[in-house]
Each structure stands twice: as structure tokens, then as C-alpha cells.
């Protein structure tokens, strides 16, 4: 862990303080977009493993009545 934080501090840009504006608006875009993908995914996976768990066990209480 300590290696992947040195990797980082020795390779991130110098400081987003120092970008123009234009290049800020841009991160912060890239970042909201990769959080949106993210949270997708996750809703995307939780919906597919709900509809794959659910409904063998609603198949399942419905042969046993």
C-alpha cells in the first residue's frame, strides 16, 4: 500500500489550484462522470443479482403451495 502511495504523490498533477479554470471544469466533469458510471453499474448489478435470486425463490414458494 505504501508503494501505490508514493507512486501517486510522485506522479499527480502539481495541484489543481494551479490549472486554468477550463482544465478544473474539465476534472470536475470527468470525475461526475466517472461517479455516475459507478453508481450505475452498482444499480445495474444489484438489480441484475436481485432478479436472478428473487425469482428462483419466488418459483420455488410457488411450487411448494
Known sequence: MEAVQTWVSNHKLTSIDSLKPSLRLIHARMHAQ????????????????????????SKQEAVHR
Do not use: C, I, R
Not at 466517472?34 to 425463490?57: I, Q
Open 34 to 57: 466517472a461517479l455516475t458510471l459507478a453508481v450505475l453499474s452498482g444499480a445495474a448489478a444489484y438489480h441484475y443479482y436481485e432478479k436472478n435470486t428473487g425469482s428462483s425463490s
